[in-house]
């Protein structure tokens, strides 16, 4: 079981506009518990190095969880399920997948056509147990499906709104973040809630660990994002800019007069979330430590492109400014256009071994060389991290019709929806997993690229689907979503 608990999780995107910039520090204005706990531990900066990884059975090797909201259930059209594939010293083995739907013993609800129950938002060891647990976001309600020795087997549990806790109107919940933002050892839940008007949307943290009967944390703290920062609350983002191995949280709305804005947190043992200022430009994204400082950076979702913010002891790199890359930008492969989605989805992985996190970049609206048979086909890019950053040089990009993947790329086909990097099989190569939710008229499909010394490559590429996984055949939309 991986100690790091700094984990992002889905959340909304948004325009990025521009460069960054830092405010200064303001007084701490979310309390939180303090950590007495003899059990508390302190992560470092070297497990931050990383991306962390699910391990569902706690066997040492990593799992992914795939999302497929159209699946069909008990002749259900569009019900939903989620897999998981087991890593092993051969890698995933898809016999030995797990498919948990609403049917499955312990998961709450029944089945539902068109209910689409498969949102994985995240993982993390929210018991405390040494196995790490799934989250699934489904409208209003967050569950957690609890890992065990046979990883995720539909034991579960549904987490109270953050409203709920204090006795309160019942408000809509989604989740958003998962991070150890108080330093406890235990992954806490950051979520949006929906209040009454636009700006009634607050942050709800809810700190571990959580009671497996009852689904109830710790404790919960509400923050009003309206009266206290100027924005509401609807993206929050958890990973550790400042490299004290707590994380810190990144909360973004929109003001009043629908202006973007991001604001900064630090997390503390005692102290709870203490606001850095605002941070231009940062939507959602993802972390990762690209030019190998000790510090999380922040690669934030944009409108064709990306914006890359260094991560520094104050929160936000004091000496390396942030900046934003998109196909038109030099050395960069492919052509900006509108409707390519380049960025809507990120990674931030070490792919070529040489300690500093690359960028892969999903565009699943991209186009090939035929856009009355390619249209909306999908690319993925890869950008190399190095000590002073990202570089351009050695960039690649791969579609369907690169090289040694799998299948050929059609209208559709949405590949790059999602991009997971991992070592399912622990050899130190870690490999790519990559989700296009519309192959083969939206049944979907996970690609899985090798990587090596040079970065990621085709050559010995495979791919899955869920009835691959022992699922439904179909419309299922598998790869729609990931977490792992």
Sequence with gaps: MR??????????????????????????????????????????????????TADFNNDGYPDLAIGAHTATVNGLKKAGAVSVVYGSATGFQHDKASVITQSTQGVEGDPSEGNHWSHVSG????????????????????????????????????????????????????????????????????????????????????????????????????????SQDGHDTSAVQAGDMTGDGIGDVLIGGYTKQWVRKTTLFRGTRTNGLVKVGDVPNASSGSFGDINGDGHQDFVSRGDEKVTVIYGGPGGVSATLPSRSYSQASAGVPGTSETGDLFGSTVAVADTDQDGYADILIGAPGETGTDPATTARSGAITVLRGSKTGVTTTGA?????????????????????????????????????????????????????????????????????NLADLGGSKGLASFGFRTAG
């Design 123 to 226: 993982h993390g060891d929210f018991d405390h147990d040494g196995y790490d647990d799934l989250l699934i976001a489904s409208y209003s309600k967050l569950q957690i499906l609890w890992g065990s020795k046979q990883g995720i087997t539909g034991a579960s549990v549904s987490v109270p709104t953050g409203w709920e806790h204090t006795g309160g109107p019942d408000r809509l919940q989604t989740a958003a973040a998962i991070g150890d933002v108080n330093g406890d050892g235990t992954p806490d839940i950051l979520s949006t809630t929906w209040g009454s008007g636009r700006l009634g949307h607050a942050l709800v943290t809810e700190y571990g660990p959580f009671d497996r009967t009852t689904g109830k944390p710790k404790s919960v703290v509400h923050r009003d994002t309206a």
């Design 3 to 52: 100690k790091n608990t700094l984990l992002t999780a889905a959340a909304c995107a948004a325009t990025v506009l521009g460069l960054i910039g830092t405010a200064p520090a303001t007084a701490a204005t979310t309390a939180a518990p303090a950590t007495t706990s003899a059990t508390a531990t302190t992560a470092t900066t070297s497990a931050l190095a990383a991306p962390d």
């Design 396 to 464: 690649k990009s791969f579609t369907q019709n690169s090289a040694g993947i799998p299948s050929t790329s059609e209208l559709d086909d949405k590949f790059g929806t999602t991009i997971r990097v991992l070592d399912s099989d622990k050899d130190g190569k870690p490999e790519v997993y990559i989700g296009g939710h519309g192959e083969d008229n939206f049944t979907g499909r996970v690609w899985k690229l090798k990587t090596d010394t040079t970065g990621v490559t085709g050559t010995g590429a495979t791919s899955f």
